[in-house]
């Protein structure tokens, strides 16, 4: 009997080695995952989640997810932990997946997986934005300059090639500046403003708002929003309670994952000032077809995304055929033999 | 910032080579990850179980625990394929550890997961064996003889070393065979028989029974049982419902989590032929020294075990540990920089 366990371990360089940041790919592969979906084909229990410390919020949640049609289930592991930058000065937060093929049921990959989740994240809003968004969006504003606003910036420029103007805001200048000396060079053709710290100057005139910042602080206000704009919601509490009243229709990743959690919907939902009829429908309903988008240019359209472990599980499986494919990332053999097929030396009685 | 994530990947060499499988040591691990959940330190979340194929019973269990105090969170990620040995050729169970810390909620440690996952298994029966069979108990029996049965025999051999004679009974005689060609140059001084598949032979006068066997088939009787033994249930339904009647304690590793599973006793509550009250007592409350174990020599005591995920989480950091003393395992840089941070060639617009 082969009891020879092995697993390609692979570092987010390998990712990017591979070619895995490919926007109008992981697009396309995000736009799949819905349709499986709506088709019923995705395994998707609860996230089981755990907070260690109440006052600061630091927590690991684990999220398992798999498509069967695709012999793929798995698991992000993501960690936020708010005061490490404070405190460590490194990042708040962490992400691994591990993935296991459903022939025999043995793991075969273990990655590093912010690359991932960042990707699906602003690859749905994208795919929103596609459906919710006037097809001629000039501006658009970002409230957060970190790594989700970045990557919201290439996927919304993929699906909509008329954004000319981006202006971005962010609590540190320094933030700003990154956003901007970063993706001027990807986009040349593009121009954009920094707006020193004053959120509000991110927002009034832009035709698409990404608010993709950390905190829980009702930044964005209902009165700095254009009317025919979209709106999109990638944190928890970052808008009031004017910005959804506002809305002609909001629209969620899944609405029964979002209503249990704290962004600014949920709170409002759990407060009886939003109901199930408020929604007007979920993202997965649009992609298949069940729903219209915009129906004219004077909606404001609000989405929220909570992002779905599903989505990670099929980025990351298309991921790790790439890496594969590329000759990339290292096989590392877990078990050579079964315990009692090796030498007894090792086993203390 | 230093944004460089590292993790250690550990495989079942590095842990047996860091002198991992130390079995008075595990025992006393053990011991310890129930004072810690008898005194309600430890994270234990329910686990997430899907099952892809209700047929062949194809599963994988995400079980995530943590210890808050020795600042460890992890979780064991277990597949069950039934038919992989008669299909494929390989083994039907893999099982991998993923351990994080909780300082900044980094992942620490990647590693395999079948030797922990065994010698916990194989050392909560040894407690219970401490605390529940007879301290000259002279002959165990078995019934199944693959690697759970060959570390519960050197757990129950390290707890109770009066053990003289180890019958060993199983499907197969390459297994009884395997079994004592392992076992025997282990202990030299310990006489061995193969009951040459009569399960009977093995139950029959011993001491102690244990049923370590895949399948789910009422092997046991209660008619074999004797007089003052201690009986540790490990797999599924192995024994007859005249088993757990015989019994005049039954005493389990985490009855609440037993008590919702498919095992024998767990079927018997569910039809209402046991009750709460059958139930003499969990495990920690023997080793917290609230409940006493066994009174007299003349009971015949059963247990179940279900095994609990902070013990393997307990355990696997305890191997961590050995391994980073050890200068083994092989430390991999997930991430190097934060993701714009890096050069922008790689990414595709």
Redesign the interface.
């Known amino acids: 009997?082969?009891?020879q366990?092995k697993?390609r371990?692979i570092?987010?360089?390998d990712l990017?080695?591979a070619?895995c940041?490919?926007?109008?790919?992981i697009i396309d592969i995000v736009k799949d995952a819905f349709v499986s979906r709506s088709k019923n084909e995705v395994?998707f229990?609860?996230k089981?989640s755990?907070i260690?410390d109440e006052e600061c919020q630091?927590?690991?949640n684990?999220l398992?997810a798999?498509i069967?049609k695709e012999s793929v289930?798995g698991?992000k592991?993501v960690?936020?932990?708010p005061e490490?930058?404070s405190k460590?000065?490194?990042?708040n937060l962490?992400a691994?997946i591990?993935l296991?093929e459903?022939e025999?049921?043995?793991?075969k990959a273990?990655m590093?997986g912010?690359?991932c989740s960042?990707l699906r994240t602003a690859a749905t809003s994208a795919i929103a934005a596609e459906y919710l968004a006037r097809k001629n969006s000039k501006t658009i504003g970002f409230i957060g300059a970190g790594?989700q606003a970045?990557?919201h910036f290439?996927t919304m420029?993929?699906v909509l090639p008329s954004i000319e103007i981006c202006k971005i805001s962010s609590r540190t200048q320094k933030s700003e500046n990154?956003f901007v000396n970063?993706m001027s060079?990807?986009?040349p053709d593009v121009i954009f403003v920094k707006c020193n710290g004053v959120f509000e100057n991110a927002a009034r005139n832009s035709d698409i708002i990404v608010t993709a910042i950390s905190g829980q602080e009702k930044i964005l206000r209902g009165e700095w929003i254009s009317e025919g704009s979209f709106y999109c919601h990638v944190g928890g509490l970052e808008d009031d309670f004017s910005v959804p009243y506002k809305a002609n229709k909001i629209v969620c990743d899944d609405w029964e994952v979002v209503k249990h959690r704290t962004q600014t919907i949920s709170r409002m939902f759990k407060l009886g000032l939003l109901t199930d009829d408020s929604i007007y429908c979920n993202l997965t309903e649009l992609v298949s077809g069940e729903k219209e988008g915009r129906s004219s240019d004077d909606e404001f359209i609000y989405f929220n995304t909570v992002g779905m472990s599903y989505v990670d599980v099929k980025v990351a499986n298309h991921m790790y055929k790439k890496v594969v494919d590329a000759n990339l990332g290292h096989e590392?053999?877990?078990?050579?033999r079964?315990?009692?097929e090796?030498d007894?030396k090792?086993?203390?009685?």
Chains 1, 2 share one sequence.
Not at 21 to 25: A, L, R
């Open positions: 009997m082969d009891n366990l697993i371990i570092t987010q360089e990017l080695k070619g940041f490919n926007v109008p790919e395994v229990p609860d089981v755990v260690f630091n927590r690991i684990c398992p798999g069967p289930y698991m592991w960690s936020v932990f490490n930058p460590y000065g490194v990042q962490s691994v591990l296991s459903l025999k049921g043995f793991p273990f590093e912010t690359l960042n790594e970045k990557t290439m420029k993929s990154e970063v060079k990807l986009y590392v053999i877990l078990q050579d079964k315990m009692f090796i007894t090792f086993m203390i009685k």
